[in-house]
């Protein structure tokens, strides 16, 4: 059995926390920043969690990650 791939993409995109979460950034905060609030730019900034309904798909992708 040859060994599984890891995604690349997803390699640079995702981390794993210590508790075995995957970290990951928030999306829209690219362009067209002048019409968004600033609040709402300021919450862009943080990391947040995947979701746990995308955990099975993120274990395919990044099979030699350590999630939990």
Same mark, same amino acid.
């Given at each position: 059995?040859?060994?599984?791939?890891?995604?690349? $993409?997803? %390699?640079?995109?995702?981390?794993?926390?210590?508790?075995? #979460? *995957? !970290? +990951?950034?928030? $999306?829209? %905060?690219?362009?067209?920043?002048?019409?968004?609030?600033? #609040? *709402? !730019? +300021?919450?862009?900034?943080? %990391?947040?969690?995947?979701?746990?309904?995308?955990?099975?798909?993120? !274990?395919?992708?990044?099979?030699?990650?350590?999630?939990?």
């Amino acid at each position: 059995m040859p060994k599984m791939k890891t995604n690349r $993409a997803a %390699a640079k995109r995702f981390k794993v926390t210590g508790s075995g #979460k *995957v !970290k +990951r950034s928030k $999306a829209y %905060a690219r362009h067209i920043l002048t019409s968004k609030k600033t #609040k *709402v !730019k +300021r919450g862009l900034r943080t %990391a947040t969690t995947v979701d746990s309904a995308n955990i099975g798909s993120m !274990k395919k992708l990044l099979p030699y990650l350590g999630i939990k």
